[in-house]
């Protein structure tokens, strides 16, 4: 892919221990409420400092095997498993630390943190964008006739229900970096999110391999038959 196609990594597990660290330093010297804060949004940093450790260690490497390619800089696929819920926690943080300035990351650091989600949702959109040509190879018929089943066919393949099970397969929806409620979501909340997951591993997989990744990585997305109408 295009060299000019890549991210400025912020270095995420550097700055949440860095955050992590003047958490526990200024503690002891706060209010009890804010002591209790405090101790919140450290149990919350080393959670996801905890899930990415696990992201980077297992998740990625077994999706690259499955995938037959490297995925390149194990922060990038950390970074897609963040969820829009992880901006509360950040957004919180910079609030206090810009009163009361006892934070060694700058507001700009903070922010980052606060929009990996957004980045995130970028990939994701890539990976869909991505997905949409890269599957013309697995479902292209010559027949002009049947020019009109196209769309129907990409649907088979990149439909949320059918991205689910790759998702299953890969063991994202459980590694994903959130902090939702825990209360029942719909199937088809769950669904959408893990279609967002498996979309952003194909965003990853485009930026670095382009759409000859993508197309070969399909394989892994065929419907279970019959399929073709």
Same mark, same amino acid.
């Given at each position: 892919?295009?060299?000019?196609?890549?991210?400025?990594?912020?270095?995420?597990?550097?700055?949440?221990?860095?955050?992590?660290?003047?958490?526990?330093?200024?503690?002891?010297?706060?209010?009890?409420?804010?002591?209790?804060?405090?101790?919140?949004?450290?149990?919350?940093?080393?959670?996801? /400092?905890?899930?990415?450790?696990?992201?980077?260690?297992?998740?990625?490497?077994?999706? *690259?095997?499955?995938?037959?390619?490297?995925?390149?800089?194990?922060?990038?696929?950390?970074?897609?498993?963040?969820?829009?819920?992880?901006?509360? $926690?950040?957004?919180?943080?910079?609030?206090?630390?810009?009163?009361?300035?006892?934070?060694?990351?700058?507001?700009?650091? /903070?922010?980052?943190?606060?929009?990996?989600?957004?980045?995130?949702?970028? $990939?994701?959109?890539?990976?869909?964008?991505?997905?949409?040509?890269?599957?013309?190879?697995?479902?292209?018929?010559?027949?002009?006739?049947?020019?009109?089943?196209?769309?129907?066919?990409?649907?088979?393949?990149?439909?949320?229900?059918?991205?689910? /099970?790759?998702?299953?397969?890969?063991?994202?929806?459980?590694?994903?970096?959130?902090?939702?409620?825990?209360?029942?979501?719909?199937?088809?909340?769950?669904?959408?999110?893990?279609?967002?997951?498996?979309?952003?591993?194909?965003?990853?997989?485009?930026?670095?391999?382009?759409?000859?990744?993508?197309?070969?990585?399909? *394989?892994?997305?065929?419907?279970?038959?019959?399929?073709?109408?």
């Amino acid at each position: 892919m295009h060299r000019w196609l890549t991210w400025n990594l912020p270095g995420i597990e550097g700055r949440l221990t860095t955050l992590r660290d003047d958490l526990v330093r200024e503690a002891p010297a706060l209010s009890m409420g804010d002591a209790a804060k405090f101790r919140r949004w450290v149990r919350d940093i080393e959670t996801v /400092l905890t899930k990415t450790a696990v992201i980077s260690g297992t998740v990625q490497p077994e999706v *690259e095997a499955d995938l037959g390619y490297s995925l390149g800089d194990r922060e990038q696929f950390v970074i897609a498993m963040f969820r829009p819920s992880t901006r509360n $926690l950040f957004d919180e943080i910079a609030e206090h630390a810009r009163s009361k300035c006892w934070c060694t990351l700058t507001d700009a650091n /903070l922010r980052e943190l606060a929009g990996l989600s957004e980045v995130a949702g970028a $990939l994701a959109w890539i990976g869909d964008a991505a997905l949409k040509i890269g599957l013309l190879p697995a479902i292209w018929d010559p027949d002009i006739a049947k020019a009109g089943v196209l769309t129907r066919n990409r649907k088979a393949y990149d439909r949320n229900s059918n991205l689910a /099970l790759l998702c299953d397969r890969w063991g994202l929806y459980e590694h994903r970096i959130h902090f939702d409620p825990d209360t029942p979501r719909s199937a088809r909340k769950i669904g959408h999110a893990k279609g967002t997951l498996v979309e952003s591993v194909f965003g990853i997989l485009f930026l670095k391999e382009g759409l000859k990744g993508v197309a070969s990585a399909t *394989e892994l997305l065929k419907p279970p038959a019959p399929w073709r109408r």
